[in-house]
């Protein structure tokens, strides 16, 4: 994810960035399929939808879906907008994004626990929006290597990794038999080349975890459920601002 030289630190605070951003998509993703029967965090869908709608001739739903993806985009050029307006801060760089997220997020969720039976579509335009923000933000950060809002790339890399893994345990014993074999093992779960493997498996199993969380909170409680992505938010906020937040790779932004 980062280049040798990134340090330790950095690469830990960046790495719990994108897995606590995961799990507040996986959340997010889970309480709108349930409060407005949408994946929101899935434009690929969306785009599909816009398509299928005009093969169909069905208009009104072509423009829900395009109005879905418009509000994505909208929310990836916030979030470019403000980065580059904060590029130089030596703390609290993606403060600004993660707020507006925030205020989006905690926004809908009071909204919603208002107005219950509401199905505005004002809501899901800004829950869009607010996951077209962080995917932006993560990419950012990342360098385009990580996205936090869908896994399709996520899992796909991880299939990669696993053969390259496999290939290098697998050289290990060619040179040194068993021996080599073993070492190779031992040495698996700490080497620096398999480092992006261990973040995607993560950020997957962060978004599961997320969309658990997300759907059992939300068949408990309803609406308020969204304050769980609210209070990670929170948590990257001080994680950003904290003293690893001013030792940011310099071409992550």
Known sequence: MFSAATPRRSRLAYSTLALLLA???????????????????????????VGEAVASGKWEGALLAGQMVLA????????AALLDASRHRQRGRHAGALLVELVTLGGVGLWFHEHPDSNEP???WSLAFAMGLQNALVTRVSGAVVRTT???????DIGIQLVRMAVW??????????RGLWRKMLDLPSAEQFERTRLHVGL???????????????????????????????????LDVSPAGSHAPATSL
């Open 169 to 178: 345990v697998r050289d290990g014993a060619r040179e040194r038999g068993l």
């Open 150 to 156: 869908h896994l399709t790339g996520v899992l796909t």
């Open 122 to 124: 004002t809501l899901m």
């Open 204 to 238: 997957a199993l962060a978004f599961l975890l997320g969309s658990i969380l997300g759907s059992a909170l939300y068949l408990r409680y309803g609406a308020p459920a969204m304050a769980m992505p609210c209070v990670v938010l929170l948590l990257v906020m001080a």
């Open 72 to 79: 994505f985009v909208v929310g990836a050029i916030t979030a």
């Open 23 to 49: 799990a507040a998509a996986g959340t997010v993703n889970a309480t709108s399929f349930f409060a407005f029967g949408q994946h929101l965090t899935h434009m690929t869908g969306h785009v599909t939808a």
